[in-house]
């Protein structure tokens, strides 16, 4: 039962992964890029932006600006939101900590912060000769340089100084428009559409590019299923096992019920007694303990990945594993409560 319950656990919050992105640092939809024309050192130009938002379905866009920095002794893909002035934006994803706030802050990738040396708290040093606090860590765009645990997320001022500081201010420079719709169903076609509407105007249209890490957890979303189907085959002989046995090994304890008066019936509901009370231990002890063991084990792939922790407790699934434990016990009572029923007092008590 504890095994059922944690990989039940388990799944869900795999599961949850593989329907929401931004766990992986994808909180958007699609990703819209802008023709060279309309975009600088400064960002996209505004018109575009205001277009894109103001197409059917957008829900919230961000302008995410990317160039390699120097920082410490590691060339890092650097990322900036820059500020709209009205409507819902799309931020990057923290995973601990928060986002900077003020230029003397950075949050930066878990494998970033790992080549580095450094933590939430520690400085680092920037290229044009000041120091930044890290603030959080968080989870940014792949691309083919980078995976998406690996960045520094800094404040607009900051990261247009660090543009500045790197020499040729233009080259590497790039800018993207994340956008994320109302209804976050059926996005492929959704972003077939805004890209026919958006037209000529846009250099391409895409739907946001999901870290390889998600497509590994989606080709092993079919083991713990299986997993569970055999921890619950095993659950289930073990006990009709020990139904079995009991018919067995009490015969001359049923034997003697019955010559006290005890009916076919009663010797039935002995039967089914002892496999509810079987069930009720299992769940007593192994829903807590799969809990536990479920979130901890989520929370060990989390860190790992890694993804932003959610909680993967199941409160449907748990609450239907509950009356089905029983239900499946009582209908495993059957047969050796039938078998017990049809015993022949005399016969087993012979003897005696």
């Known amino acids: 039962m504890a095994g059922v319950v944690a990989i039940i656990t388990l799944n869900h919050g795999l599961d949850d992964s593989l329907h929401h992105p931004a766990v992986a640092g994808v909180a958007w939809d699609a990703t819209v890029t802008p023709v060279a024309a309309d975009s600088s050192i400064d960002g996209v130009r505004p018109g575009i932006v205001d277009t894109v938002i103001a197409q059917p379905g957008v829900a919230a866009t961000g302008s995410i600006g990317r160039f390699t920095a120097q920082i410490g002794t590691v060339g890092v893909p650097t990322f900036t939101v820059l500020p709209r002035g009205t409507g819902s934006q799309v931020q990057l994803v923290t995973l601990t900590g928060r986002a900077p706030s003020t230029d003397g802050e950075i949050t930066l990738g ?9 933590s939430i708290g520690d400085t680092v040093p920037l290229p044009d000769g000041t ?55 059926h996005i492929p076609a959704q972003t077939e559409a805004l890209g026919v509407a958006l037209g000529r105007s846009v250099d ?127 209908v495993l009572a059957l047969l050796p409560g039938h078998r017990a029923a049809r015993m022949e007092p005399a016969v087993a008590l012979r003897t005696e």
């Open 131 to 185: 120091s930044a606090r890290v603030v959080g860590l968080g989870l940014f765009p792949s691309d083919v340089h980078a995976q998406f645990d690996e960045g520094a997320w800094v404040s607009n001022t900051l990261w247009a100084r660090l543009v500045q500081a790197s020499g040729d201010a233009s080259d590497g420079v790039q800018f993207s428009i994340a956008v994320r719709f109302v209804d976050r169903g």
């Open 110 to 118: 878990p494998s970033t912060a790992r080549d580095l040396g450094v």
């Open 204 to 330: 391409s249209v895409v739907p946001a590019e999901l870290p390889a890490e998600l497509s590994n957890l989606h080709n092993v979303r079919r083991l713990p299923i299986v997993l569970a189907v055999f921890l619950t085959a095993l659950g289930i002989a073990a006990v009709a096992h020990a139904l079995f046995t009991t018919v067995r090994r009490r015969r001359k304890d049923l034997a003697v019920l019955q010559a006290l008066g005890i009916t076919r019936r009663g010797t039935r509901v002995v039967l089914a007694a002892q496999g509810s009370v079987v069930a009720l231990i299992g769940l007593l002890a192994g829903v807590p303990l799969g809990l536990i063991a479920g979130r901890a084990g989520w929370r060990a792939v989390t860190d790992r990945v890694p993804l932003t922790f959610r909680s993967p407790f199941n409160g449907v699934a748990i609450a239907l594993v509950i009356p089905a434990a029983i239900v499946i016990a009582n």
